[in-house]
Nanobody, 123 residues
Framework: VQLQASGGGSVQTGDSLRLSCVAS????????MGWFRQTPEKGREFVAT????????YYRDSVKGRFTISRDNAKNTVYLQMNSLKPEDTAVYYC?????????????????WGRGTLVTVSS
């Protein structure tokens, strides 16, 4: 599976961004998908995950109520809608895919990773 993330940018506190990740190479609907983010200070951390059907999602506590993960299996795309952005959301965001039904917060559980997209939130 090849993953291509896009949609990052530089925004102000309180603004919104939508990240997209397009998958190719394998049947997208077989894969649980996740979003992670990475900074030099915190390293890589889990953000959100969604099951292959889209029926189950899970978020890290700090983004609950602000971020929404969704997917369109017909378009082989997973999204991360980010609202009410804060400076602490600044990071490089990565999408990842796992060939299983169960969702996971653990980076090691994902076999495929895309290149990151940078999100910068200024105060």
């Amino acid at each position: 599976v090849q993953l291509q993330a896009s949609g990052g940018g530089s925004v102000q506190t309180g603004d919104s961004l939508r990240l997209s990740c397009v998958a190719s190479g394998r049947p997208f609907s077989n894969y649980a998908m996740g979003w992670f983010r990475q900074t030099p200070e915190k390293g890589r951390e889990f953000v959100a995950t969604i099951s292959p059907s889209g029926g189950r999602t899970y978020y890290r506590d700090s983004v609950k109520g602000r971020f929404t993960i969704s997917r369109d299996n017909a378009k082989n795309t997973v999204y991360l809608q980010m609202n009410s952005l804060k400076p602490e959301d600044t990071a490089v965001y990565y999408c990842a895919a796992a060939a299983r039904v169960e969702i996971s917060r653990v980076a090691g559980g994902y076999e495929y990773w895309g290149r990151g997209t940078l999100v910068t939130v200024s105060s």
